[in-house]
C-alpha cells in the first residue's frame, strides 16, 4: 500500500521475509529494508549474487540494474563446477547487471582479500556465472602480479598476459617479469609463466641481466624460480647483461633457477658463451651469475679461438668472463707435431688483447724440455695469438743431432713454427742459454793449421775464421737425414749437417780465407766435411784476378781454346753457382746457350784473370794446403770465353804470414804453364814461346806496381827453364 512519506511524496517502507526477496526475476537476492520514494527505490541490507554477499546502508534498486556502496563484500569459496575464489572486502562499490548476469566490484579503501588472506588485490573485479576476473595488482607474499584481466579459480587465478615482481625484504625489486602468460596455484603454491613472444622477458636487477624466456616456474615456499623448459623444441632461456661494462654479454641455458635467498643465478645446459673472437664451452653447461652480473670462475671449461679459424682449442680451464669482449683463462693445450705425437702442454695466461685477439702464454719447464718433435727440444715461452695457426716458440731449442763430434747447445730464439713443417727463423747472430756466441759452417782456425765444423755450436776460438756460414732459418730434411741452415732462396749460402754419417756440407759463397796480397780469389760452391775421416773438399768456381800482361793472356787462351776437350756436363750445382755470380736471369740465359752450345760473351760478372768453373779441392793436413788435382774446368780467360778442360794443379798453401797460390796445367796441344804468387810476386813459365817472350819484353817498371788497399806492393816476372822445372818438381814431392 502506498503511503505519503517523510518527504510528502507516495511510496512505503517495509521489510523482506526472513529469507529475502529475489529480484530481477530471481537473478539476485535482497534481505532486510525496502524503502520507496521520489528519491527511488532503496535499500539498506544485505545483497546476494551468486556465491557474493554484500551488505550495504544504501543500494538503489533500478528497473536494470542496482548500485551499493558495501560496508563488507565477500564471495564465497565454490571448489566443484564452475570455481569461485574466496573474497573478501570492506568498503567497496558494486553495480549489478542482472540481465546481462554481470556484478561489477570495484575497490573504494581496503584491497581485496583473496584466498584466505593468502593474497589481496588491488583493483576492480567482475563476476558472472561464468566466474569471477578482474584486473589490477595482485599481492602474493613478497611478490605482485600485474594484469589487465585475471581469470580466478578456487585455488588458482591466471592470466593471458602479465607481469610479475618480486620483492627483496628491503622492498627493492629483486626479480621483474614482463609480458608473461601466468598460472599462479594458491593450493600448490606454485607459479608457471609462459613466454608471449619476443616482449616477454624477466629482469634480475641484483644480477643485472635480463632474460628472454620460454618458460617461468616460482616455488613460493622455497623462494625459488625456475627458468626454461628442457622439451626439446624449446629455444632455451637467452641471458643478457645489462651490466654497463660488459657489452651486452648473452649466453643461452636449456633451464636456469634463481633463488630469492642469495640473488644467484644457476644456468643449466649452457652449451657456449661468445667472448671477443673465442667460443667457450662451460663444463656440463652450468654458469652461475652472482650479483653485480659477476660470473662466477668456470672450471673444467673449453675454450675455441678463434671463432672463424678455429686453429686452437684449450681443454680443462678455468675462465673468467669479464665482458663480451674479455675473459682471462689459464688452462690445457694439445700440442700434436708431423708425427701425430701429442704433448699438452700448460697455458697459464690466457686473454684478450687490444685488437680482440685471444693471446696466451706459457712457461715450459726447463727441468723437462718440450719436444718440439723428435729433432729439436725446448725451453723457454710459448706464445699463442689465436687468428695464427702456429705457436710462437720464445726461448730456446736444441737440435738432436746424432754426431757425437758437435757439442749441442741450447740455441736462443723467437720464431713461429708450424709443427707439420718445422722452419725455424734465426737471427743473424746466435746464443746459447749462457750468452755465448755460436756458429754455424766452416771454420779454419786462427793459425790455419785446420779446418773444422761448427753446427749451433760454439768455435774453438772466437778469431777463428769463418769460411761460409749461414743463418736465416733451419729445418730438418727427413728425405736427407740432415739439418739444412740458410734462406729458401737456393742461391743463399746454405750450411748442412747429416745427422747419420757425421758430415757436412756448406754451399754458397765460400771465402777460403787466402792471404795472397793483391791477387783477388773469388769462390762459390760446396764445401764438405766428414767429420769421422777429416776429409775436406770444395768444388764450384774459382776465379783470380791479377795484373799479368794482356798480351800473354791472350796467347795462353788461343792456346787453350785450340782444344777439342770442352765439357758439357752442366748440371743444376752448375747453374746455381753461375746463379750465385751473375744472378738468375743472366745465368738461365748463359745455362741455356751452354747446354745448346752456342756461343756467348763473357759476362761482365765473370770477367776475370783466370776463371776456373770447376775445380775441386782437397785439403791436404800434413802441408796445410788446399790441393786440386786432376781435371780443371775453365770457362775464360778475362774476356776471351772457353769452356774447356785442362789437366793441371792449383795449390794453395797457407803459411804463417803470406799465402802461396801455385798454378800448373797442360793444354790439349802439350803446352805448359805455371803461375806461382808468393810474397807479392807472380812467377810465371811456359812452354809456350810466344807467351814466354811476351812476358820478358815488358820491362820491369811496367810489371811492378805498388802498395794498395792495404796490400803490399806486386810485380809478376817470367822464369827460366830451370827455375820452372826445380818450382814444377818440388810440387810434385810434395803432392
Not at 671463432?307 to 694439445?334: M, R
Not at 775445380?615 to 770457362?635: Q, T
Amino acid at each position: 500500500t502506498l503511503r505519503l512519506q517523510e518527504d510528502y511524496s507516495l511510496g512505503f517502507t517495509r521489510k523482506t521475509p526472513n529469507d529475502g526477496f529475489s529480484i530481477y526475476g530471481g537473478k539476485g537476492k535482497y534481505y532486510n529494508d525496502i524503502h520507496l520514494s521520489h528519491k527511488g527505490l532503496k535499500g539498506n541490507g544485505d545483497f546476494e549474487y551468486l556465491t557474493a554477499k554484500a551488505s550495504a546502508e544504501e543500494i538503489f534498486f533500478f528497473p536494470d540494474s542496482t548500485n551499493l556502496y558495501t560496508q563488507t563484500f565477500a564471495i564465497d569459496e565454490v571448489l566443484s563446477g564452475i570455481e569461485f575464489p574466496q573474497v573478501s572486502n570492506t568498503e567497496s562499490y558494486a553495480h549489478f547487471m542482472p540481465y546481462q548476469d554481470r556484478l561489477e566490484v570495484d575497490k573504494r579503501k581496503n584491497e581485496f582479500d583473496f584466498y584466505k588472506g593468502q593474497a589481496s588485490f588491488n583493483g576492480d573485479l567482475l563476476m558472472q556465472p561464468t566466474g569471477v576476473t578482474g584486473g589490477g595488482i595482485m599481492t602474493l607474499d613478497k611478490a605482485e602480479v600485474n594484469s589487465n584481466l585475471f581469470t580466478y579459480n578456487a585455488s588458482w587465478f591466471g592470466s593471458d598476459t602479465a607481469s610479475l615482481n618480486v620483492f627483496e625484504s628491503g622492498g627493492a625489486i629483486a626479480f621483474k617479469a614482463n609480458n608473461l602468460r601466468t598460472h599462479i596455484d594458491i593450493k600448490m603454491r606454485e607459479g608457471v609463466f609462459h613466454s608471449n613472444g619476443a616482449g616477454s622477458f624477466v629482469k634480475f636487477p641484483a644480477n643485472q641481466y635480463i632474460c628472454y624466456i620460454d618458460k617461468l616456474k616460482w616455488d613460493m615456499d622455497e623462494d625459488l624460480l625456475t627458468l626454461g623448459d628442457e622439451v626439446a623444441s624449446s629455444k632455451g632461456s637467452e641471458f643478457i647483461s645489462v651490466h654497463p661494462h660488459q657489452d651486452s654479454l648473452i649466453f643461452i641455458a636449456t633451464t636456469a633457477s634463481y633463488s630469492l635467498k642469495d640473488y644467484i643465478i644457476h644456468a643449466n645446459g649452457v652449451e657456449d658463451i661468445a667472448v671477443a673472437d673465442a667460443i667457450i664451452y662451460p663444463d656440463s653447461g652450468i654458469v652461475t651469475v652472482k650479483k653485480k652480473a659477476i660470473i662466477q670462475t668456470l672450471y673444467g671449461a673449453r675454450v675455441l679461438a678463434d671463432d672463424l679459424t678455429e686453429y686452437h682449442t684449450f681443454t680443462n680451464a678455468s675462465v673468467d668472463i669479464i665482458s663480451a669482449h674479455k675473459y682471462t683463462a689459464s688452462g690445457d693445450y694439445t700440442y700434436t707435431d708431423a708425427m701425430n705425437q701429442k704433448q699438452q702442454i700448460f697455458f697459464k695466461e690466457i686473454r684478450v688483447g687490444e685488437d680482440s685477439v685471444t693471446m696466451a702464454r706459457s712457461d715450459v719447464e726447463t727441468d723437462k724440455p718440450f719436444h718440439i718433435d723428435s729433432k729439436f727440444d725446448f725451453k723457454g715461452s710459448l706464445d699463442l695469438f689465436a687468428d695464427r695457426r702456429n705457436l710462437i716458440f720464445d726461448g730456446y731449442f736444441m737440435a738432436n743431432h746424432s754426431c757425437e763430434l758437435l757439442d749441442k747447445e741450447w740455441v736462443k730464439f723467437r720464431s713461429e713454427i708450424d709443427p707439420k713443417n718445422i722452419v725455424f727463423k734465426l737471427d743473424k747472430e746466435l746464443y746459447n742459454d749462457k750468452q755465448d756466441l755460436l756458429s754455424t759452417g766452416l771454420v779454419m782456425r786462427f793459425d790455419s793449421t785446420d779446418i773444422y765444423s761448427t753446427f749451433l755450436s760454439k768455435k774453438g776460438k772466437t778469431i777463428d775464421s769463418d769460411l761460409l756460414k749461414a743463418s736465416y732459418s733451419l729445418r730438418y730434411d727427413k728425405k736427407r737425414f740432415a739439418y739444412v741452415i740458410g734462406n729458401p732462396d737456393t742461391l743463399s749460402d746454405y750450411f748442412t749437417l747429416y745427422d747419420k754419417t757425421c758430415k757436412t756440407s756448406g754451399e754458397g759463397i765460400v771465402d777460403l780465407n787466402l792471404n795472397l796480397g793483391q791477387v783477388d780469389v773469388k769462390s762459390i760452391g760446396k764445401f764438405t766435411h766428414d767429420m769421422r775421416s777429416q776429409k775436406k773438399e770444395f768444388e764450384g768456381f774459382f776465379m783470380l784476378d791479377f795484373m799479368f800482361s794482356e798480351q800473354a793472356m791472350i796467347l795462353m787462351a788461343k792456346d787453350i781454346n785450340s782444344s777439342y776437350n770442352s765439357f758439357d756436363d752442366f748440371d743444376n750445382v752448375y747453374k746455381n753457382n753461375l746463379s750465385r755470380i751473375v744472378g738468375e736471369d743472366k745465368a738461365d740465359v748463359m745455362y741455356t746457350n751452354l747446354v745448346n752450345n752456342i756461343p756467348d760473351d763473357v759476362q761482365v760478372e765473370m770477367n776475370h784473370s783466370l776463371s776456373f768453373s770447376k775445380v775441386k779441392f782437397k785439403w791436404d793436413h800434413k802441408n796445410n794446403a788446399y790441393v786440386a788435382n786432376g781435371p780443371l774446368w775453365i770457362s775464360n780467360v778475362n774476356d776471351i770465353a772457353m769452356n774447356q778442360i785442362v789437366d793441371g794443379l792449383i795449390i794453395i798453401e797457407k803459411g804463417i804470414n803470406t799465402d802461396v797460390l801455385q798454378i800448373y796445367f797442360e793444354t790439349f796441344e802439350r803446352q805448359l804453364y805455371l803461375f806461382e804468387f808468393k810474397n807479392g810476386v807472380m812467377l810465371s813459365w811456359s812452354t809456350l814461346d810466344s807467351f814466354y817472350n811476351k812476358l820478358i819484353d815488358i820491362p820491369d817498371a811496367k810489371r811492378y806496381f805498388g802498395p794498395k788497399n792495404g796490400e803490399g806492393s806486386y810485380r809478376y816476372k817470367a822464369v827460366d827453364y830451370d827455375v820452372a822445372k826445380k818450382m814444377m818438381r818440388l810440387i810434385e814431392k810434395k803432392y
